[in-house]
């Protein structure tokens, strides 16, 4: 599966943006989600994510409160909504899939299979 990320962007502290992780030519209705993101000089951390079915999100200590995981009705997007952004936010956002991942492994990025290009998140103090 192919997967695009966007929705990223400039934005000063306190604003919020929604980024968006879809499949050309496929629902992801049978994938869990993840989000992740890598700041420069970092590495690559975990965001958030989403079962398949929408049933069950997870979300790292640093956004929860903050952040929103979703799916769309026809499971064709699954968004992630960022409000109160902080500086410490910026960072190349990538969405991720796989069929299942053990819930455990949630926020392990080596367990997904198909990543997207990133989208670029720029938050100004």
């Known amino acids: 599966v192919q997967l695009q990320a966007s929705g990223g962007g400039l934005v000063q502290a306190g604003g919020s943006l929604r980024l968006s992780c879809t499949s050309s030519?496929?629902?992801?209705?049978?994938?869990?989600i993840g989000w992740f993101r890598q700041a420069p000089g970092k590495e690559r951390e975990f965001v958030a994510a989403s079962r398949w079915n929408g049933g069950n999100t997870f979300y790292a200590d640093s956004v929860k409160g903050r952040f929103t995981i979703s799916r769309d009705n026809a499971k064709t997007t699954v968004f992630l909504q960022m409000n109160s952004l902080k500086p410490e936010d910026t960072a190349v956002y990538y969405c991720?899939?796989?069929?299942?991942?053990?819930?455990?492994?949630?926020?392990?990025?080596?367990?997904?299979?198909?990543w997207g290009q990133g989208t670029l998140v720029t938050v100004s103090s």
């Open positions: 991720a899939a796989d069929s299942r991942v053990i819930v455990s492994q949630y926020s392990n990025a080596r367990v997904y299979d198909f």
């Open positions: 030519g496929r629902t992801l209705s049978r994938y869990d």
